[in-house]
Structures are given as structure tokens and as C-alpha cells.
């Protein structure tokens, strides 16, 4: 039994051992093999008989000592380990009632908070966002001081054209020219009127002035 625990491959068994659990495992093994020895019952050596029948297991002031406990099978791939939960919190049954209650008030709290702060979060990067589309203060001088130049450039265009004096020939010019344009357009508008005035009474009506 003790050379098949022996076998054990302990960097695996160290790799998914936690290692107090390891230590305790270990020291209880070596207990049991101080006590159990069977080679004991050979030796000639009556003293060191003596001295291995007195030997007590090494005590650990670690609350879990003990807590791992070996099955030992035919071989290593056999031999078991398993836990003993007497020894954890509440003899293993998990919180008690009272710390419990207080966790999941903690819980509920710690989500209220979360609720908060995940919108101020919201708040916040809407806010971010709608700044960092707006141009900065240099941008904005600098769009300042172009429309204020634009600004200036067009007030001195309106002055200017204030100022302009008015031409009283060109004036008379074009009132005679679109008093001929209006005399030529009714003239137009006349004859055509006649012609179909002219048309519908032809057709009876089939080609009708209103239409």
C-alpha cells in the first residue's frame, strides 16, 4: 500500500493539489509510516524499535491538517484522495443563516451601485460624444474671425452700392424698351386669341378657347 502511494507522480499530483491540502496529505502519510511500519517488527535493534513505538505524529497548528484522505488502491492510478469537510466553515454546509442575509445584501447593493454608476457612465460618454463633435475653442476663433472678416467685406459692398448714383438715361431706356415688349406681347396674345376664337367656331366647338 505505502509503495504505491510513494509512486504517486508528485509534480502532477502538486499541479492540481492545492498545496496546504498537499502538506497536510504528505504529513499524515509520514505519520502513518512512523506508526505502521511493518519493517519494524525485524529489526534486531531493540532501541531504535524503542524510539520508532514511541514516535507521534507531527502536530500543525494548520485547521486543516488532516483534512485530505487517501484511498490506496493496486496502484497509483487507483489510489484515491478525497476531502474532509467536517473541518471547513459551518462543518462544510456552506454560510451560516446570518452571513447569508448579509451577502446578499451586499450583492443587492453592489448592483444598485453598478446601476448608478453605469449611468453616469451613459451620461457621461453622451456628453463626451456631443463635445467632441463640437469644433474647439481654437476652431471656433478661427471660424470667428473669418465670418467677422466676411462680415466686413459685405458691409463695404453695401456701402458702395448705396453710394451709387443713378442713371436717369438708362433708366428711361429700359422703361421705353419693356413698354415696347408689353405693346408686342398683348399684340401677339390678340392674334392668337382670334385664331382660335376662329377655330372653334369652324369646328363647332370641337377646339374649344378655354381648353
Known sequence: GYGSILSFDFQ????VVPS???KSCLDDMLDQVLLDNPFDHDSDDEDEKKKKKNATPTSSNDPYTGSLLLKTGRNSNTTLYYTDHSKLHNS?????????NELAGNFEQSKAEEEVLRANLKSITATTEKLNSEPTNEEAVSKLEVQEREITELRGELESARELVVNEKRKRQIEKRNSLMTTH????????????????????GTVSVKK
Not at 502532477?12 to 499541479?15: G, Q
Open 185 to 204: 406681347w398683348r399684340k401677339r396674345r390678340r392674334l392668337c386669341m382670334d385664331f382660335l376664337i376662329m377655330m372653334e367656331e369652324s369646328t363647332e
Open 20 to 22: 496546504p491540502v498537499l
Open 12 to 15: 502532477k499530483l502538486k499541479a
Open 92 to 100: 462544510g454546509n456552506g454560510l451560516l443563516p446570518d452571513e447569508r
